[in-house]
């Protein structure tokens, strides 16, 4: 099965589970992205976007301005970027830090109308790496935008896999509040039950 095949199977389940469980967070999704506008996005970019990404971006174009809310922020605490703000954004960060590298394009943020940290993306080997406003960038490394999406599903269904926090260890697990898949540390526990928030896997 192609990659391109398992972020399209990947990001249908986490909507269809969304629309089910998280209504406030499906509703911040965009429609998808048209070809010609991908296309034009390369054009101004100087290089392919990759295909991972054209597939994800053309299901959904990011999602809305979530900022009151964090509804958005479903995929492990980020938001998957809309494609404009995101080529925006990387001619900002490729200004800023003389380690940014050519073919990473930013694709995810902790918020969509203020980015300040998320994920990136090589467009030629199609890892993923981090961002920040603050400090260098993170060379991409082994994880591919298919297996995160993956991670986020193991989290939900089961509440078992990679983003489970270890033992002992602090983290942010999924739970809802109002409505919205939000990530957050349990040990928050003051913040949390003003939110009405409650871990999916207790």
Request: proline share 8%; aromatic share 8%.
């Amino acid at each position: 099965m192609s990659s391109q095949r398992n972020v399209e199977e990947a990001w249908v389940w986490i909507v269809r589970w969304l629309g089910e469980q998280a209504p406030k967070s499906a509703e911040t999704l965009r429609p998808g992205v048209p070809k010609e506008q991908i296309t034009r996005a390369e054009q101004r970019l100087g290089f392919p976007i990759h295909p991972d990404l054209r597939t994800l971006w053309g299901l959904a174009d990011g999602v809305a301005d979530d900022i009151d809310t964090g509804a958005g922020a479903f995929l492990d605490g980020y938001a998957l970027m809309p494609i404009d703000t995101a080529l925006e954004l990387r001619d900002d960060l490729a200004d800023s830090f003389d380690g940014w590298g050519r073919l990473w394009l930013p694709i995810t943020t902790n918020e969509v109308n203020e980015p300040w940290m998320g994920a990136t993306i090589d467009c030629d080997g199609g890892r993923l790496g981090a961002w920040s406003m603050e400090d260098e960038p993170q060379t991409p490394g082994g994880t591919a935008l298919a297996e995160l999406l993956g991670d986020v599903i193991e989290a939900l269904e089961p509440g078992t896999g990679r983003l489970k926090p270890r033992p002992g260890q602090g983290g942010t697990v999924p739970g809802l509040a109002d409505g919205a898949l939000i990530w957050a540390d349990p040990v928050d526990k003051p913040a949390l039950r003003f939110l009405g928030w409650a871990a999916l896997h207790p």
